[in-house]
């Protein structure tokens, strides 16, 4: 195929944004044409980097002015579903960047949006493009080390503020209305994905959240979340306080265990040995970052896999509301929600 893929950004208040426009800017298939950003230095900024791009102080304007055929929503959590309204009701496809709001009733907006207007939704979590996640996710699956029982997922750095992002970002980070909670939601929703796409959805979850180090916040610096299953349990962990960083997650089965780590992964599957690395399968050209998975996707009408999967991450974000509330009330929550 050659289409030509226009792509507009709104909002540029989410860090993860300059990687994501570099690696769509890189697409063959792509060209960022236009950025919606109501913060000068962040709208200049970007141009500078991409002079091609116009630039809009109002992102509505843009998609009233621009023909777009993909928008990368880079905004605080819980302005992604006004905008993926917007953007749907112009037959635009939507990226967002993880998480895919700040809260359920958001994530199912999103979900209505996309359904009635027949565009095509991806949500980008850097994890999935990881060939050690990538290479666990397929040997789960073809059972590799049994049944799964266990699932630990901990997700962690020394928080926003100290690692260096960018004061437009980390803001918005620690004020619970625009973010969800703190590290809980910045951190945890990765396990929460990696949890309902290895086990499905829980049968009931309990959640804490806590400030424990920075006492700087109003919001909680450290989170987790535990998952109940019928034959299996799993925890997501999240944290703003931890050195040196860790991203990583642990996987145990009735014959083996499997454990990413720093971008290895390890397996063992006899008692008396020591976990060994495996060699890690070569990615696929359109599951390497989000621009190829997405261009995929678009050009043969399929929906985004693994965590980059709508459902999966609108399923990610009832499993998390779901351990705000037993944090609130000190008490397991049944799934469903009501």
Known sequence: MDKKYRVGVASLVHDHIWSLARVFNDHPRCELVAV???????????????????????????????????VLVTSENSRTADIAEVAAAHGVNILIEKPMSATLEQANRIMAAVEKNGVQLMVNWATNWGANYQT???????????????VRVRMAHHGPKEIGCD?????WL????????????????YGAALIRLILGMPKAV?????????????????GMVIAFFDNAVAR?????????????????????TLITSSGKLLMSTEPRK?????????????????????????????????MCNPVISRDAQEILEAGLISDREGRRIALPLA
Not at 39 to 67: I, T
Not at 238 to 252: K, Q, R
């Open 36 to 70: 919606g950003e109501q913060v000068d230095e962040l709208r200049e900024r970007f141009v500078k980097q991409y002079p091609n791009a116009v630039p809009y102080s109002d992102w509505g304007k843009m998609f009233e002015e621009c023909k777009m055929d993909i």
């Open 136 to 150: 666990a996710l397929r040997l789960l699956k073809e059972g590799a080390i049994g049944q799964v029982y266990d």
């Open 167 to 171: 004061p437009y970002f980390w803001k």
């Open 174 to 189: 620690y004020d619970e209305k625009l973010n969800g909670a703190g590290a809980y939601m910045d951190y945890c929703c």
């Open 206 to 222: 309990m959640g804490w959240r806590q400030r424990l180090v920075k006492d700087y916040l109003e919001t909680d610096d450290n």
């Open 236 to 256: 997501t962990e999240g944290s703003w306080c931890e050195i040196p960083a860790y991203h990583d997650m642990v996987v145990l089965g009735s014959k083996g």
């Open 274 to 306: 020591a976990p060994a690395e495996v060699e890690l399968d070569e990615r696929k050209e359109w599951n390497v970052n989000a621009a190829a998975h997405f261009v995929h996707c678009l050009d043969t009408g399929t929906e985004a896999t693994g």
